[in-house]
């Protein structure tokens, strides 16, 4: 038998319980709902399920159950997930997940895909389906030089290792941007490649109305929400001490993103507290807290250039994600075959609408 992907021994798990109850709470300001951080009340109410109901044991045996390997690439040792196709023909994909997540956001999304039949979709394409881990994130290791070997790159040698000389890849968030920078790198390789989000391109003349519109909700977006990306793109380390010695306040930290980036209001049910405690307690197990903010301050201190991708480009725009992009904005860049404005969704679209996700990436797969 193979060893574990994880295995907590029971005092980890003891010592966690026993921080989250010991938690020294702030005093409660004059004010309810969301509108300064993260509400008490909810926090209290789920940490406590943390400590006294949540069932760890159970999500470590499905963790465990997942089909995870490993690999090293360029001397970098990868964790990922591979998830073969039901029929011979099966199209290779790579999917790569964002921030504040871990390969579990992708895990409904492959399952679909490799095994369309499954899910009521008997004769669909299916694919052969790999979902890495990020460098830093749960569970491959942080690079040990900065800034390391770009993670397109690392994706790419994971892939042809594997046999596949042709392949597509998606994301979103972070994982959008990487699979963006896949395309550019190796159109030879990547056959096209599925987003949830577009980078801006260098030239933003003579905008449409819509582009204008969309310029002005991004910057009216992080005005108002965009306060941890700025921390984390400049002060990293500062807020990394906390949260990696306080699951409440990693789990505030977490909590407020998968709460207002999800199409489901003041709920929760998009992601599910089960998978909310898991990828939180998967952040603190690993102590990755840190090292998952390492490609904000990235970006920043070592730009990696403007985006141009040939290669065929397919982007799902989910109603409640931070930003919507037109079409004709992403055109500029990128080039688009393939655009669909969801009905519902957010930022989380791989976990919460898995089969409206899946549809779009085999509809855009017959356009590459």
Request: hydrophobic share 40%; charged share 20%.
């Amino acid at each position: 038998m193979p060893d574990p992907l994880i295995a907590v021994p029971d005092s980890e798990l003891d010592e966690l319980r026993r921080r989250i109850r010991a938690t020294r709470w702030p005093r409660p300001w004059p004010m309810t709902g969301w509108g300064a951080g993260t509400e008490p009340g909810e926090l209290r109410r789920l940490a406590e399920f943390w400590a006294d109901g949540f069932d760890w044991r159970a999500q470590e045996a499905a963790i465990n159950a997942l089909p995870s390997h490993r690999a090293m690439v360029t001397g970098v040792p990868v964790h990922y997930l591979r998830f073969d196709g039901e029929t011979a023909d099966a199209v290779p994909i790579v999917l790569t997940h964002g921030w504040p997540s871990t390969f579990l956001e992708e895990v409904e999304l492959a399952k679909r895909l490799a095994r369309p039949s499954e899910y009521g979709d008997a004769g669909a394409r299916a694919f052969t389906v790999v979902v890495p881990s990020l460098p830093g994130f749960p569970f491959t290791p942080e690079q040990a030089t900065l800034p390391g070997t770009p993670t397109h790159e690392l994706w790419h040698g994971l892939m042809t290792g594997l046999g596949f000389t042709r392949y597509l890849a998606h994301g979103g968030d972070l994982g959008a941007g990487i699979s963006a920078r896949l395309g550019q790198a190796h159109p030879e390789a990547v056959a096209g490649i599925h987003v949830l989000a577009v980078a801006d391109p260098g030239d933003q003349s003579r905008p449409t109305e819509d582009e204008a519109a969309y310029v002005a909700q991004g910057e009216q977006w992080y005005a108002e929400e965009g306060g941890y990306e700025h921390l984390q793109r400049t002060r990293p380390l500062t807020p990394a001490y906390a949260l990696n010695d306080s699951p409440v306040g990693l789990l505030a930290w977490l909590l407020e993103k998968y709460r207002a980036w999800t199409d489901h209001g003041d709920q929760l049910s998009g992601l599910g507290e089960d998978l909310i405690l898991t990828q939180a307690s998967l952040y603190w197990f690993t102590g990755a807290i840190a090292a998952s903010f390492r490609p904000y301050w990235e970006h920043k201190h070592y730009p990696p250039g403007p985006v141009q991708v040939s290669v065929p480009t397919g982007l799902a725009v989910f109603p409640a994600d931070l930003v919507q992009p037109p079409r004709k904005w992403a055109e500029r860049n990128y080039n688009v075959v393939h655009y669909t404005r969801m009905p519902r969704g957010g930022h989380f679209a791989a976990t919460e609408e898995p089969d409206l996700l899946a549809a779009d990436i085999r509809a855009f797969a017959v356009l590459t």
